[in-house]
């Protein structure tokens, strides 16, 4: 089939030409606004960078206090305070673990003869018991400076499997019993004008998985305390850091993983497994940075990014990539969970077919 003279003179040849001019100028409004965009972060980045006083924040000679600090990221953010030369002391309520971990503490510390390391065994579940045990250690150890608050556990299971008690132990531990050794510390912490507090959630806590109704509700909520608490708190000189590891190998992820239905189980697999050293590490570096967030990678980046919502924003920065990013990220959420609903389809077909071999 051939074109005939005609037909490029046609109304067709004036249409395509337009159309391609459209095209053009659209491409060159796309490179326009990514090149605008660039010289606008360049720049924010060396204002910042260079003009801007950011203090970091210092645990050395403070005292610091890891609740869930005999295992997994509690017991490497203790360990990490021990190294940065803090007093420090690991709450928790098996003995024998506590001066285990004690003992590996004491052997991090930047300088053994004047730093000190101790250890309380506590229930955080119960606020009268935690307020009089925290404010005796802080008559004996001198003011807490930097709170981390780490225990916790997840008891996975379809919400018809989440049993009462379940539900109960995680919320006890995980949310109010944050909340009791905050509220137990920070009247403290504001007459002094200083401190840091830290909320380890999970990436649970800003996105629902199939299997965690009660976990992330229970890491939901320390986001609503964390953002309350930031707004509270600002005005004393006391930063809030909302920790959100991913699947983490700890004594804890193998417990839990135990009571994963096959759907959480593929859901998990899909990341990797990081190791509680790397979660600490970051989350100690944000705190002592007074970030808001502290999350690994870069789904970590898209989460908080995505998920900023009203949350506390650090710089001009972290504010422009958000307002830049949040709404192409939401495809790539959309894509995720896309992903999730295919996984639990399979799941579902799968465990449906070993039902029928069973009857069989
Ligand atoms: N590991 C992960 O994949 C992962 C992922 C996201 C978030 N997280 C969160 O990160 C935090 C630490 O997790 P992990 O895996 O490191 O846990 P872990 O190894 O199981 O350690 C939990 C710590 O909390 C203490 N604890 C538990 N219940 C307590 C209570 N009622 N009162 C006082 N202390 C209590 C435990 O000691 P005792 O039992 O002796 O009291 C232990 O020291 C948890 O909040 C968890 O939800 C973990």
Partial sequence: MGFSRDYFSSDFLHNLLHKHNLMIFGLYGIIGFILLSIVIFC???VYEHFFWTNKIKDV??????VTGGSS???KCMA????KKGANV???ARNVENLEKAKHEILQACENKDTQRVEYLSLDIGDYETVEKALADLENDMGPIYMLVNCAGLAIAGKIEDTTPKSLDIMMRTNFLGTYYCIKAVTPRMKASKEGVIVLVSSQGGLLGIFGYTAYCSTKFALRGLAESLAMELQPYNISVTLCLPPDTDTPGYAIEELSKPIETKAISQMANLVQPEVVAEKAFKDALARNFFSALGLEGF?????CAG???VKSYRQLFVQVLLMGPLRFIGIVYLFIFQRIIAQCKQYTN????KKVK
């Fill in 43 to 45: 720049t924010l980045f």
């Fill in 310 to 312: 009203m949350s506390p």
């Fill in 60 to 65: 050395r000679k403070k005292h610091v206090v």
């Fill in 79 to 82: 360990i990490l305070a021990a």
């Fill in 353 to 356: 077919s070993e039902n029928i």
């Fill in 72 to 74: 997994g990221i509690g």
């Fill in 89 to 91: 002391t690991i709450i």
């Fill in 302 to 306: 898209i989460m908080t990014t995505l």
